[in-house]
């Protein structure tokens, strides 16, 4: 799976919109980009993931640059709860290890 | 759906002493995953089983450690004579087989080997 690189560490203000990057310049054709968190004392949660085309859910937006070098996570409203670590992964579909990295740690200000 | 539970939530053992933590997944999910989590680190895979398979292990898990997933449902993870380098946090995670690399995980069990 290829290396993900990402800023230790960002503050965003609450309700404002939080951008998160990683990098992964290396990514194969089909890699996919899987996006967690982990919130202090808790495991890790799924958040969102694609192959090309940006994507949508319930909690966020992940848009993928079209060489595919390079995502965003963006949380649309960011709240307290939102404080935590994000993790951006590379992923080959049916891999089952996922490797963590060090992530981004969000700090979301009052 | 309770979502995947781990016990002890903490444990504190003594260098040289025997562990065994539990996991119990979601229960419609036949792969299981063990992670291991340092201070400031990002989880790193240890293992996983599909049913009652183990599939892979990590060069992480040493011979002092051992999975098990006897009837495809719960898993123990042990580790006999603990060494200080084992205090960690051990992750459970869960998954069906056709979900890509979304896995659902428990919080995690605190072991501290003094």
């Known amino acids: 799976d290829a290396k993900t690189t990402q800023p230790t560490s960002m503050d965003c203000a609450e309700g404002r919109a939080a951008n998160l990057p990683c990098n992964h310049s290396?990514?194969?054709?089909?890699?996919?980009v899987y996006w967690y968190r982990q919130i202090h004392s808790q495991g890790p949660q799924y958040i969102i993931h694609?192959?090309?085309n940006n994507e949508t859910n319930e909690m966020a937006s992940l848009i993928i640059t079209e060489d595919r070098k390079s995502s965003t996570l963006i949380l649309p409203h960011a709240t307290l709860r939102d404080t935590a670590v994000y993790y951006c992964i590379a992923l080959y579909f049916g891999n089952e290890k996922l490797t963590f990295g060090t992530g981004t740690r969000l700090t979301i200000i009052p | 759906d309770t979502g995947v539970s781990q016990d002890p939530r903490h444990k504190i053992t003594k260098r040289g002493q025997n562990v065994t933590f539990r996991c119990d997944p979601i229960?419609?999910?036949?792969?299981l995953y063990w992670y291991r989590q340092t201070l400031g680190q990002g989880p790193e895979f240890l293992t996983y089983f599909q049913n009652e398979a183990q599939l892979e292990k990590s060069r992480l898990l040493s011979d002092r450690f051992s999975a098990e997933r006897p009837k495809g449902s719960f898993s123990t993870l042990e580790i006999q004579r603990t060494e200080q380098g084992d205090s960690a946090m051990y992750l459970c995670?869960?998954?069906?087989?056709?979900?890509?690399?979304?896995?659902?995980f428990g919080a995690g069990t605190r072991l501290s080997v003094l």
């Open positions: 694609g192959l090309k």
């Open positions: 995670a869960s998954s069906l087989a056709t979900s890509g690399g979304i896995q659902y």
């Open positions: 229960s419609e999910h036949n792969r």
């Open positions: 290396t990514i194969s054709g089909n890699e996919y």
